[in-house]
C-alpha cells in the first residue's frame, strides 16, 4: 500500500463545514463501535483539488450490522436521518434534514473484499481510488490518482474496471468535463468496447450521469468522450453520425445555449446566444432562464433530439422523468412548428407556434433561435411570449362562464372559438380586461353573422 503524507485530521486537513461536521461525529461512531473507516473516492479528490465538499462516501472494516450502527449514530448525533441504501452492497445513507440550512450526505459501505486494496482496485478511475483514515492519517494512493488528477489525466484502475459496469463509460464522460480532464488511450479503447453493453443497462443510472457531463460549464468535454466512445450513439440512437460525432449544426446549437469556453471558430469565453433580435429585457429574462439547471437539462436533450421524428419516446429508453420528457418533446415540437413561420407571422400564428411548448416556449424559442441562421421567424415578438408564456400560458381575460352571459351562449364549439381568439388577442396585446373581451367578441360573433357579398 502506497501513503502520500497527508495533513492529519485536526489538524489541516478539511472537507468543508459541512462535511467537517459529519466527520466529527463519524469519528466518535467509529470510535464507539471498534470499526475503522476511511474516507474514499470523490471527497478526497475534491480535498485535494481545494474544493469543499457536502458529500462523503465512508468505507468500513465492519459487516453490515456495524454500518447500521455507525450511520444511524451519525444521523442522531447530526440531526438527519438514516435508511438503507444498497442491499447488494450493504450500504447506507445518512442524509440532512430538509429544513437545514447546510446540506450534507454521508454512504457508508462496508469494504468490498477483505482489505483496502481490495476495495481500491474495484474502483473505476485512479482520481476515484483515494482513501483517507476517518481518525486522520496519511493519503492512500495505490495507483497514482493524485498524479493524474494534477496532470488532468483520466486513467483506469483495471484493464475491465468498464467492463464491469458500462455506467462507468458515461462516468467516464462525466468526470472529463467536471474535472477538465481527458481519458488517456487506454481508458477510450477500454470505453469504445464496453459502450455497446448501455443499451441493456436500466435508464435511470446512464441519465444522471449523461446530463452532469453534458449541462456543465465543461460540456463540451463531456460530449467529446461521449462521442469518442460511442456512448451517445448507443443511448440516443440517430443523435451521432457514423464515427460517433454529433452533426455541426448540433454542435453549435449547443454553444449557444450552452455557452462555449473552447472549440473550434470559438476561442476564449463564448455566452449564451440568446434572442439577439429581442428587447433587451426579454433577451435577458431567457438568457437567465437558459442557465438554471432544469432548463440546461431540457436544452441539452432538446438539441441532441431536435431531428427526432419522436423526441419523448427517444428518451424512453433513459426513462426520464415524465416532467422531463414531456419538457423535451414539447421544445423539439414548437422547433418545427417556428421553422415554419415567416418573418410577418400574424399574432394567431405565433400563438399556434407556442401552443405545444406551453410554460417551457422559452426553451423551445431558445433552441429554435440557435437552430436559425438568424432569418425567418419575427424572433423579437416569440421571444415577448415566451417570456409571458413561462409563467403560464396566455389565457383569455374573461372566463367562459361570463362570456356566455353576456352573449347568451350555450358552453359548445362556438363559445370554444371565441375564447380561442381572445386569448391570441390578449396574448398580442390587443385586449387588456374582460370589458375589451366581451366588445372584441361581439364584433367577431357580428363579423361572422354578415351575408357573404354577391358573387364571394
Known sequence: MTAVPAPPSGDGRSYGPAADAVLSALREALAA???EGWVVGGAV??????RPTHDLDVALAGDGDAVRHVTRRVARTVGGHAFPLSDAFGAWRATSRPEEERAWQLDVTPLQGRELDDDLGRRDL???ALAEPVGGGALVDLFGGRVDLGASRLRLVAPDALERDPVRVVRLARFAAELEADPDDA?????RAAAP???GVPGERVLPELLRALAGPAWERGLRALEATGALAALLPGTAGADGSVPATTRTALRGLLGAPEGPGFPGDVGLLGVPEAR??????LRARAVEPRAREVLVLAALLAGSADAGAALDGLRPSRDLRTAVARAVAAVRRIAGLSADADPEALFAALGPAGTDAPEGVLLARALAAGTGPPWAALAARAVRWAGGPPRPPVTG????????LRPGPELGRLLRALAVAHDAGAVTGPDDAVRLARALRASEAEPAPPGG
Do not use: I, K, S
Open 126 to 128: 485512479t482520481v476515484n
Open 187 to 191: 481508458a477510450l479503447r477500454a470505453a
Open 401 to 408: 362562464d361570463a362570456l356566455a352571459r353576456e352573449l347568451g
Open 33 to 35: 463501535d471498534g470499526t
Open 280 to 285: 433587451p429585457a426579454d433577451d435577458a429574462a
Open 197 to 199: 453493453a448501455l443499451v
Open 45 to 50: 479528490r475534491e480535498r485535494l483539488r481545494g
